[in-house]
Structures are given as structure tokens and as C-alpha cells.
């Protein structure tokens, strides 16, 4: 129970029992009161009426006793009148039988008027000639009572409503700072930092409200801070001061992260933009204008990446620029080739250049390393010299590509007929309990062989067929979980921001979710960080969407963007997974273990959890619960398994 209910039933009852108190004290005065005035003026009608019989007693006429008894009973004051004489016989009787009109029978029951009964010697001289002996009536005193009884009760109940009222006003003015505080300590919980504009007046509750704007403002100030702090460093250890794109450091950090996410099958490209004769620029222009050169190629590539939603790009040194396009295959190689030599050739123009850079490109999938991959991409460059000026050329010795006909064909006729396969692996707790498991997907071609998913899943964004691919994967997860709860527990399906983004795939979830009531604490998502960046306000409106159907949302390869801390403010997600670039061989990069330990602080004081994919070895696990990461991911830990 509330503090206010608690304070409302306390004063309520106080009242409840002070009026009955009033009530039945003025009541029995009242009643005291008429009992004692009945019986005074029923005596001292006696004495005058006693006197006034003597004479008429005396001469013994009895018709003028008779009639004048007549005349004073029959005003209805009297129960009974008796006139005897003074050895006792009686002359004159009268009894009044007449019910009490207008009082109810439950009152005269309840409160019993006690009617006296007096008597009166009637003289003449020192002679005694009769006994006069009245019983008064009491239907007058009751009927008086029952008026003064109900007007005591209206007025004390108008009396109790009004006081309850004003105290119940007081109260909620009182308490009201209290509703304020724990709205305050939710939102605080629910990573957001709000401070009352308004003070209450009262001492205790002012302490209070000052207190916790006090504990908000330093907690958004220590948060910040550190935040602040931690992309400081993560900048300057991975940033280009220059360019302000990613440097070489990073680069390395995430192409070994895409090599090694065996789960996914990854496939994708590397490309490399190198300069020519840069030197000669900068001896014939001054190096302010080389300077800016490079900053104007550095613009030019981060234009072209910010075409594919999972592209990067880097500087590698001095006069080498690179760009990552995980998923991608031959053919959407070749139209970032194109791209770029185009925005090449322009870039020299304006800056009356004639060879300005050539452009590499080198495919890679599951399984290569990072030298046989830089090693193809020199050879593409070493090709695009050949071919003409800002030319671009791609290695095409391994490349399995599909035209984007094919790909539709047979990613329509999976989806059709169902014949995507889920596989899962665990992600474990401290306890070293699975928490969930991440559902991945894989198709097989027409000759039965498993095609990677990163190529399928890229091409299905650009064919348009994501939603619907999302839909199926999320259809055959709640099959698994409600065919078998107890082998399943808990499954998260990987989402593509182009599904998230769209209206009616989120219509589609809330109703899926509303058939499903049972579903909402079975069945999580993941979305990339680098998915929910550009899309930042659809990305908030599904968070709270998932919420209020109790599921939750983990944001995956979480440090892959300079602004990721920034995002963790913004979005009220429950999981954060740590690149997996970050975690490998974890226990000898002393500077990844600083920015996951400072990750891990922010995090857990915004209320997320951590998990670390990508875990090998148990170096690797024990260095990283150092860090305080205890939920994990990984080969080491288990292996995908196909659900069925």
C-alpha cells in the first residue's frame, strides 16, 4: 500500500472514531437531558394540578374532578393518571395507549427514555384528601430526540466529509513532491537524469527533492564524463587526425573481426585507394595543399560508404585510403569501383590533376587471412595502373558471384518454400547458464551445397527482400520455442535495419507478439550498431515497441563506430555485444582491455548488459571477466547447432 493510501486510511479512521464519539456523547447528553427535564416538569405539573383539585375534593364533587382530569389528560401529555383517595380507592383512572408517532421503532428500542412516575398529597388545611399519581408520556422527549439526533449526524457527517476533504487536499499538495521523487528515481533507472524544477516548502520533503536532484545531476555528469573520456581515447588510438577517418589500427581491429565471425560465413570486399605521385604534389603546391587534398579524397570515400549501410573507410598511411564492405559480392564490388574512379577522375579535375589515385579491390570469404586478402588487393591495384588513369580493377581469382537474377530467383524460392535452416548458439551468463541462444540462418543452392548467409543477407537488402526474410526467420523461431520450451529457452533473431525501419514489419511484430502472448520474454533481437545509427528515431520507436510486449534488444557489434557511445544514451537497449575485433587475443592488447573495461563501467551504470563475442580460448574468457565481462560468446564456449 501506498504511503498516501496508508496516511488517508490513518486519518480516516482517527475521523470515523472521533465522530462516532461526538455523536453518541451529544446523543446520550440529549437524552439525559429530556429524561431529567420529563420527570421535573412532570412533578411540578402534579403539584399545581393537585393543588388545583383540593377544593373540588373537598366539597367532594366529583364530576368537576372529572371533568377537569379530562381536560389535562387529553392533552396527550400523560401515560397514565391516577386519583385515589387518601385510604387508597380509586376515584379516577386514565391510561393513554396512542402509539409515538414519527420516531422509527429501531430508535425507541435502542435508547430507552425511562418516564418517571411522581405523585402528589392533596391538602386542605393540614387535611390530606387524596393521592394524585401521574406517569408522563414520552412520545414528546422521543420525538425531540429524533430530531437532535438527526440534525447531530448530518451535521457531523457534513462535518467529517470536509475535513476529509481539506485533509486529503493537504495531503496531495504535501505528497505530490513524493510522486515527483519516484518518477525521478524511474527515470533515473531507466537512463535518463531528469532534476525538479519545483521545491516543496516542506522542510523533510525539500531535503529529499534536493538530495535526489543532487544524485541525478552528479550520476548525468559522472556518465557523461566518462563517456567523454573513453571516446577520447578510443578517437586518438583509432581516429586520423587529419581526415578524421579511421586509421590503420582500426581497420586491422575490424577486418580481423569480419574473419573470424565463422557463424556468419562472412564474405566481402577490401578496397584500397592509393595516391600517385602525392610527393610531387606537395613539393608543387605546399604541403597546406596536400593537406587538403587528402581531406577532399577522405570526404569523397566517406560520401560513396555512407551508400551501404555496413561500408568503413580508412587511412591506411600517408597516401592509402582503404574501404570495408562486409557481405557484398562481385557485382556490388564493381559498382563501388565504378563509383569511385568516377569521384577520382572529378576530384583531379577540380584540383588540375591528371593521375590523382588507382583503386583495388580484392574479394574475400570464410577462411582467408589478412595478408592473402592485402596481398589481392595489391594485386588490383598493381592491374588498374595498367588500365588507365584513377582506374579501379578487381581480383577476381576466387570469386563465386551471382547476378542479382539469380540471387532474387533463389532467395524468393527459399523464402517460398521455407527452406531456410536456423542454427544456434548459446551466449552463457556468469553462472555459466545459457542466457539465449542467436539464431543464425543459412540457405543451401540448388545442388544442396550451405551458401555463406553474409552474401545472401546483403543481396536480400539490396533486392528488397529483407522483411520478408525476417518475417519467415522470426516465424520458425517462435515454432522452435513453442514446440519445445524447455530445449530452446530463449532465442534472438538478427534483424536488418531495413526491416525495422519499415511501418508494416513493425505492425506485422506487434501483431505476431499479440498472437503470441506468451512470446515476449522468449524471443530477443539483434540489430548492428552500424544499422541503428543512421535510422537513430525508427531504432528508438522499435526499442520501445519490443519493450512494451516484454521482449528485449541486444545492439550487436557494438565499438565499430566512433560515435558508438553516444548511442548508448539514446537508445534504451538491454544488451550491448562488443565487436568481436575487440575481444580477440584480449589478453595481450592492454588498450582494448582499457576501452572494455570503460565500456563495461558505462554500461552497467546505464543498466546494460555486456556480452563479448567471439571468445577462442580460455585466455580469452578469463582476461575479459577481468574486465568485468561475464556474459560471453564464442567458439570456446559452444559451437552453432542446427535447431530443429
Known amino acids: 500500500m501506498t504511503l498516501s493510501k496508508q496516511l488517508i486510511a490513518l486519518i480516516s479512521g482517527m475521523f470515523l ?58 392533552s396527550g401529555y400523560y401515560k397514565s393518571l391516577t386519583l385515589s383517595d387518601i385510604s387508597g380507592k380509586i376515584i379516577i383512572e386514565r391510561d393513554n395507549t396512542s402509539k409515538i408517532e414519527g420516531v422509527p421503532a429501531w430508535f425507541i428500542q435502542r435508547l430507552t427514555l425511562e418516564t418517571p412516575q411522581v405523585e402528589s398529597i392533596i391538602t386542605t388545611g393540614w387535611m390530606q384528601t387524596g393521592r394524585l399519581t401521574i406517569v408522563a408520556h414520552p412520545g414528546l422527549a422521543y420525538k425531540k430526540l429524533w430530531q437532535t439526533t438527526q440534525q447531530t449526524f448530518w451535521w457531523s457527517v457534513m462535518a467529517f466529509v470536509a475535513s476529509l476533504g481539506a485533509v486529503l487536499l493537504l495531503l496531495r499538495t504535501i505528497l505530490h513532491p513524493l510522486k515527483a521523487v519516484e518518477q525521478q528515481a524511474l527515470a533515473i533507472c531507466d537512463r535518463e537524469f531528469p532534476v525538479q524544477e519545483q521545491i516543496p516548502r516542506t522542510r523533510e520533503l525539500k531535503r529529499v527533492v534536493l538530495a535526489m536532484n543532487n544524485m541525478s545531476e552528479k550520476l548525468r555528469d559522472f556518465i557523461h564524463k566518462l563517456s567523454d573520456r573513453a571516446e577520447k581515447m578510443h578517437k586518438e588510438a583509432h581516429e586520423d587526425a587529419l581526415t578524421g577517418l579511421r586509421n590503420r589500427r582500426a581497420f586491422n581491429t575490424m577486418l580481423e573481426s569480419i574473419l573470424h565471425a565463422r557463424e556468419e560465413g562472412m564474405v566481402g570486399s577490401l578496397v584500397i585507394v592509393r595516391m600517385s605521385a602525392f610527393a610531387d604534389y606537395n613539393k608543387q603546391h605546399g604541403i597546406q595543399a596536400g593537406n587538403e587534398l587528402l581531406v577532399d579524397i577522405a570526404k569523397k570515400l566517406h560520401e560513396i560508404s555512407m551508400q551501404y549501410s555496413t561500408a568503413e573507410v580508412f587511412r591506411m598511411s600517408g597516401t592509402d585510403f582503404s574501404m570495408l564492405l562486409p557481405k557484398t559480392d562481385l557485382v556490388l564490388a564493381d559498382e563501388v569501383g565504378r563509383s569511385l574512379s568516377d569521384a ?3 576530384l583531379a579535375i577540380t584540383h588540375n590533376i591528371e593521375e590523382l589515385a588507382h583503386i583495388g579491390i580484392a574479394l574475400f570469404k570464410d577462411g582467408y587471412q589478412m595478408s592473402e586478402i592485402l596481398s589481392d588487393a595489391d594485386a588490383a591495384l598493381a592491374s588498374a595502373r595498367y588500365m588507365g588513369v584513377n582506374s579501379y580493377a578487381v581480383q577476381r581469382k576466387k570469386s563465386e558471384a551471382l547476378g542479382n537474377d539469380a540471387w532474387k530467383k533463389l532467395i524468393e524460392s527459399s523464402l517460398s518454400h521455407k527452406k531456410i535452416e536456423l542454427l544456434g548458439q548459446p551466449v552463457f551468463n556468469k553462472l555459466g547458464e545459457v542466457l539465449y541462444k542467436e539464431v543464425f540462418i543459412r540457405i543451401r543452392d540448388e545442388f544442396g551445397e550451405a551458401i555463406a548467409p553474409g552474401v545472401f543477407v546483403s543481396m536480400a537488402d539490396r533486392l528488397a527482400l529483407s522483411e520478408q526474410l525476417d518475417k519467415l526467420v522470426i516465424m520458425q523461431a517462435t515454432e522452435l520455442i513453442e514446440k519445445n520450451t524447455t530445449v530452446y529457452g530463449v532465442l534472438a533473431v538478427n534483424l536488418s535495419v531495413y526491416s525495422i525501419s519499415k511501418p508494416s514489419f513493425r505492425n506485422w511484430l506487434m501483431q505476431h507478439f499479440d ?128 535447431l530443429r
Not at 399545581?48 to 366529583?62: C, E, P, V
Open 17 to 74: 472514531l472521533i465522530f462516532i464519539g461526538t455523536f453518541w456523547i451529544s446523543v446520550e447528553n440529549t437524552r439525559s437531558y429530556l429524561m431529567l427535564q420529563l420527570e421535573t416538569q412532570t412533578q411540578n405539573i402534579a403539584d399545581s394540578f393537585g393543588l388545583s383539585l383540593a377544593s373540588h375534593m373537598q366539597r367532594k364533587d366529583i364530576a368537576a374532578v372529572d371533568t377537569m382530569v379530562n381536560a389535562a389528560f387529553d
Open 344 to 346: 577520382m577522375n572529378a
Open 515 to 642: 498472437k503470441h502472448s506468451d512470446l515476449g520474454n522468449r524471443l530477443i533481437f539483434e540489430v548492428s550498431e552500424q544499422g541503428l545509427m543512421p535510422h537513430i528515431e525508427s531504432a528508438k520507436n522499435f526499442v520501445d515497441l519490443l519493450h512494451s510486449k516484454g521482449s528485449q534488444i541486444v545492439m550487436e557489434n557494438f565499438g565499430t563506430r566512433l560515435s558508438s557511445f553516444q548511442t548508448l544514451h539514446q537508445l534504451k537497449v538491454d544488451f550491448i555485444k562488443m565487436s568481436g575485433g575487440y575481444t580477440r587475443d584480449i589478453a595481450n592488447h592492454g588498450d582494448n582491455r582499457f576501452f572494455l573495461q570503460t565500456v563495461t563501467d558505462i554500461a552497467h551504470g546505464l543498466g546494460i548488459k555486456v556480452i563479448a563475442e567471439q571468445v577462442e580460448t580460455e585466455g580469452e574468457a578469463k582476461a575479459l571477466e577481468k574486465t568485468g565481462i561475464y556474459v560471453m560468446q564464442g567458439y570456446y564456449l559452444g559451437v552453432p547447432e542446427l
